[in-house]
């Protein structure tokens, strides 16, 4: 008689355990907002790949979520990381400028910073400059 409770108990510990590990494989998750489950993100990874430049869409590639998702719950950590990008960028032209690379400098400048050969804005004269 104490045979099947032995193995019905072993088969019960079986299944729980089967499900604590398919769970801890699976990784630390949250809530989402619409109930279903998300991989737990961390800020300081996502600042990092906005920082190197990822657009929303890599990145929520990356954390396998919804973009949706990501801009709502991190849309200001990326916001601040790509505000950094910038000004990393506008501190390495000034370097560069330094040292006179040119080409580097007008390719960040035109890629990165959306600066053009025509720096005026809509409205403004353009200077006069004298001979």
Excluded: C
Excluded at 20 to 35: K, Y
Excluded at 106 to 113: K, Y
């Amino acid at each position: 008689m104490r045979y099947p409770l032995v193995i019905l108990i072993t088969s019960v510990l079986v299944l729980a355990l089967t499900a604590v590990l398919r769970a801890v494989a699976s990784g630390p998750r949250e809530d989402s907002d619409d109930g279903t489950f998300v991989p737990l993100i961390s800020a300081k990874a996502v600042e990092k790949l906005a920082y190197a430049g990822g657009s929303d869409q890599e990145i929520a590639d990356r954390f396998q979520v919804d973009v949706a998702f990501l801009r709502r719950r991190y849309s200001g950590v990326m916001r601040v990381a790509r505000a950094l990008r910038k000004l990393s960028i506008r501190g390495w032209q000034l370097d560069l400028a330094r040292k006179l690379n040119g080409p580097m400098l007008m390719w960040l400048g035109r890629n990165e910073l959306k600066q053009s050969n025509s720096p005026t804005e809509h409205g403004e004269p353009m200077p006069e400059v004298e001979e």
